[in-house]
């Protein structure tokens, strides 16, 4: 599978990767500590055609500028295993941007994923998949921390297969 997604700046970035370790050192939750930087996703396909990608993330990020989402909380994704995750906020500029995202990349992509589709999608950031025993102790453990972030997103990327970020464009 491949995605495009908008990467989180730096600061963000360890403070998700701060949680997934914490779960780790402090629970002994095998959250996946590597794989793919923290992100929210646009769309998942199977595969994309890379070559008729770039373009297209090109065109996309000379015409947009940056912008800010709002988190607020953590959620899960109750599926055969957990998901324990930060929503991101929906607004219509996100919305909007979504909808563009997924029409120009839709091209160069196959088997989409449905559950991204601009009518159902729920823009977040993953922080681990869970065992549903594990689901009560990482929930009271992250209740410590204040998840009312504002954070600056200033890329669009494409992330390969293996989670590596396969290329980047600046909004």
Do not use: C
Not at 12 to 34: C, N
Not at 45 to 70: C, K, M
């Amino acid at each position: 599978m491949a995605s495009v997604v908008s990467l989180l700046p730096d600061e963000y970035t360890q403070r998700v990767k701060d949680l997934r370790v914490g779960l780790h050192d402090e629970l002994g939750i095998s959250t996946p500590l590597e794989g793919p930087p923290p992100h929210f996703t646009y769309q998942l396909a199977e595969r994309y055609d890379v070559d008729a990608l770039q373009p297209v993330l090109e065109r996309i990020a000379e015409n947009e500028d940056s912008f800010t989402i709002r988190t607020n909380g953590v959620a899960l994704f109750t599926d055969t295993e957990p998901v324990v995750y930060i929503p991101v906020t929906r607004n219509r500029q996100l919305t909007a941007l979504h909808q563009r995202i997924w029409d120009k990349v839709a091209g160069p992509a196959t088997t989409v994923a449905d559950y991204y589709r601009p009518e159902t999608w729920m823009p977040h950031i993953t922080i681990g998949l869970l065992n549903h025993d594990e689901v009560p102790r990482v929930i009271e453990y992250l209740h410590r921390y204040d998840f009312r972030w504002e954070i600056e997103i200033e890329t669009i990327a494409y992330l390969q297969g293996s989670g590596a970020v396969g290329m980047t464009e600046h909004l």
